[in-house]
């Protein structure tokens, strides 16, 4: 993110400008059970927050009374921003919130604010954008201090309790000592973070050209690491939007090299310590540059994302090892971050017993122990050798080899590795089992399932395996019957939770996964979900100004978030342009594309200074730039047809069938009795229809 104008010419005010004010009464507290200290957190369901209840630190929920109670006490604000699985939130609050003199200072000069980012994605947002303009990087715990009326003066993350004592005490002096130029500075802040959210709109028609995308690509291509995958650093996360992105383009290119890029990354991923060898899922980033040692805290949105990888991966390289990765991710979903009715937890935490990574890694005398005669192959299959421990006698499983190369190495069949792999991770798991299992973050975040249900469908298109479909389906009907508050989605659900508020990005990826099961099942009520939830997101969210989308619905925060960048998580702006794409494709609606192609002609300059930070919007510009084929078929037979034309990898087509007649545009008069057509069309041009799959990739090659 760009520092402002109004920011560059301040710099070197901003190391001290950090500020804070005056004294605060303590707040009595009844203390609850054995707990010394309760706060107003305890009322709280976010098992984040809950976490905090019992420090002394007089924790207050984030809340517009709090802000007003700050202004009426002429106190600053601390809002301190983490989430449950967050490993070094935690070390800050043992070493520094626990801490009575640290609380102490706290609660006499501040009114002290504690948000879980996954609950209010929105007030993370302005703050980690302040802090990102302040000190040009961010992370968690984040924790900013504010004037009452929230614009920001300070950010920072960790802190030791020395540090954080050193900031609070400067903060307090420059506050009592010079309250107009603390005013001024946040002022600049709060500019910054207005203008980084501003998107100045196309004004002109705008034609896309193929050589757009390849610029991008040859831009970003400078940054892969072609040797152990993904993109150069000290650390790498997994980006599933970038990767998915850049299949799309390799195949409709003939990009052999960022084929070859991508198909490397996957495989070292996949080989590498990011993966659960033994119980399967992933973990949140690489702390290495060849995703050797994790960090381990597993969440839903990667998973969920990776499955739809791994998924049109298979497709395109017919990996067994893809489809292996694929179900027992799924596999360990269903087993450790589903709930009883059918939703899928947020996260489960790093730590264990105040270390992280415990749960998960392997001591070599233990491994000996468990694995007796096998343990001299097995090292050798998972590297456990002194060169690749993490830490002195502390391993994580990886592999280096190739099963069939390291089968040969070994003289045993690869049949026989697999069946001394199965007997191994039987052991290992049991052993696993007996320890103190990492927490969970038991939220259900509406956006996140949303990408679950879009990776199972994946799944089901790549595998057809029935019972992926289903789990799809079930698990938008568990969103829809607890996700919604008063007619409209709460972006988190938990029993006793007080939420309400739902977010753009909830709207959006609930509408994609609609959008896909329509195409999986045919059935006509998910693209009616998908086009009702569109609408909303038009009526609650959009910015007349820019033709973009806001990210939430309120004015309450010190300014208006438009998302545009993806991350971790793709950019609800992204996926809205996209929703609308596809969805006036279905219906011939011209003014959603019109729409859609408005949105990505604003944002192509953005894409153009950084193509790796806005891969859905590359998406979407492929989509505008290459063919882009709708592909009906209509006709009782009409589900071996598509599942048929989905073994293929086919990037920039829509497929959708119908078993009866239909008003819809791409089937209208299309069906006819006991016969099965596939129609291949291209902006409402169609050709002649035929009746195998084979005859319509013939069709959509010669166009």
């Not at 709109?201 to 072609?226: C, G, I, S």
């Amino acid at each position: 993110m760009k520092p402002s104008t109004i920011f560059a010419k301040t710099t070197l005010l901003l190391a001290f400008l950090i500020s804070t004010s005056c004294k605060n009464k303590e707040e009595k507290v009844e203390v609850v059970e054995n707990h010394k200290f309760t706060n107003a957190l305890v009322n709280e369901s976010s098992p984040y927050l809950l976490q905090h209840a019992h420090n002394p630190v007089n924790w207050r929920p984030w809340s517009q009374e709090a802000l007003e109670d700050a202004k009426r006490e002429n106190k600053l604000v601390l809002v301190s921003i983490g989430y449950s699985s967050c490993h070094w939130c935690h070390v800050m609050e043992e070493e520094t919130f626990e801490d009575e003199e640290v609380a102490k200072v706290m609660n006499e000069n501040f009114i002290s604010i504690k948000v879980d980012r996954e609950e209010r994605p929105d007030v993370d947002q302005i703050y980690m954008t302040a802090l990102q303009l302040i000190s040009g990087n961010g992370g968690w715990p984040l924790n900013v201090i504010t004037l009452p009326n929230g614009k920001p003066l300070y950010g920072g993350t960790y802190h030791t309790k020395d540090q954080w004592t050193q900031v609070l005490s400067k903060i307090n002096d420059l506050y009592k000592n010079d309250p107009q130029k603390a005013e001024e500075y946040a002022d600049m802040v709060a500019a910054g973070i207005a203008e980084a959210n501003t998107i100045v709109p196309n004004q002109k028609d705008v034609t896309f050209d193929k050589k757009e995308v390849q610029a991008n690509v040859e831009l970003w291509r400078q940054y892969w690491d072609l040797e152990y995958g993904g993109d150069m650093g000290e650390q790498k996360f997994m980006i599933p939007s970038n990767l998915m992105f850049l299949l799309d383009y390799a195949i409709l290119q003939k990009d052999d090299q960022a084929l070859a890029h991508v198909k490397n990354t996957l495989d070292k991923m996949a080989k590498g310590g990011i993966y659960d060898h033994l119980a399967g899922g992933f973990y949140r980033y690489s702390t290495d540059s060849r995703w050797k040692v994790p960090h381990f805290e597993k969440m839903l949105y990667d998973n969920a994302q990776l499955i739809s990888l791994y998924s049109k991966a298979y497709t395109v390289f017919g990996d067994s090892e893809y489809q292996r990765i694929v179900w027992e991710t799924i596999d360990f979903l269903k087993r450790e971050m589903k709930n009883e009715e059918g939703g899928y937890y947020a996260a489960l935490d790093a730590d264990t017993e105040g270390e992280e990574g415990k749960f998960y890694v392997w001591g070599k005398q233990e491994l000996q122990e468990i694995l007796e005669n096998d343990f001299e192959l097995f090292s050798k299959y998972y590297s456990i050798n002194e060169t690749d421990q993490w830490e002195v006698d502390t391993y994580v499983l990886h592999v280096k080899m190739e099963d069939a190369d390291f089968a040969k190495s070994e003289g045993i069949t690869k049949g026989e590795l697999q069946s001394r792999k199965e007997k191994w991770h039987k052991s290992l798991l049991e052993a696993r089992s007996r320890r103190i299992a990492p927490g969970i973050d038991d939220k259900v975040i509406t956006s996140w399932n949303a990408l679950l249900i879009t990776g199972l469908v994946d799944a089901y298109k790549a595998f057809q395996q029935e019972s992926f479909l289903q789990e799809a389906q079930h698990t938008l009907e568990y969103l829809l019957e607890n996700g919604m508050y008063r007619g409209n989605l709460v972006h988190t659900y938990k029993e006793g939770s007080n939420q309400k508020e739902g977010f753009l990005e909830d709207y959006t990826y609930l509408a994609q996964s609609a959008l896909e099961l329509y195409t999986a099942s045919f059935d006509i009520q998910y693209l009616e979900i998908a086009t009702e939830l569109t609408e909303k997101a038009e009526e609650k969210y959009a910015d007349e100004t820019t033709g973009m989308y806001f990210y939430n619905e309120s004015d309450e925060l010190i300014a208006k978030i438009i998302k545009t960048d993806d991350g971790v998580l793709p950019s609800p702006n992204a996926i809205m342009a996209s929703n609308l794409f596809k969805l006036g494709h279905i219906d011939y609606n011209t003014e959603y594309m019109e729409r859609s192609k408005k949105m990505l002609a604003s944002i192509t300059p953005l894409i153009e200074e950084s193509p790796s930070s806005y891969s859905k919007w590359n998406s979407l510009l492929l989509k505008n730039t290459f063919p882009f084929f709708e592909i009906a078929v209509v006709g009782s037979n009409v589900k071996p047809v598509v599942q048929g034309l989905q073994k293929h990898y086919l990037p920039n087509t829509l497929i959708v069938g119908s078993k009866k007649n239909s008003d819809s545009p791409l089937f209208k008069d299309r069906f006819i009795e006991e016969e099965t057509y596939i129609y291949v069309c291209q902006n409402t041009t169609c050709k002649l229809p035929v009746k195998t799959v084979e005859r319509a990739l013939d069709q959509m090659n010669n166009f």
